[in-house]
């Protein structure tokens, strides 16, 4: 579970690389690539973000934010072979 979540923090932190281009292809939507990350105790943890969820949670998560990732780069990839 510690894996898991360091994991999560690494793939938040290329989320959090890319939030501009984010909010230029999403709009007010990308906000939401970054609920649960900054809600969830993936990133900062702290007392105001909720802790108690168990591996199946991580495990979406993690899926969610590889393909959020994943979705980023392959916009990018668009933007310079259309340029």
Known sequence: MVQRRQALALLANALESRRRDAKLVLGKDESDLFNIAN???????????????????????????LAGVTLLEELEQRQVTSA
């Open 39 to 65: 809600n969830f105790g993936i990133r900062h943890r702290n007392d105001q973000q909720r802790m108690a969820y168990g591996d199946e949670f991580l495990d979406y998560m993690f899926a969610t934010m």
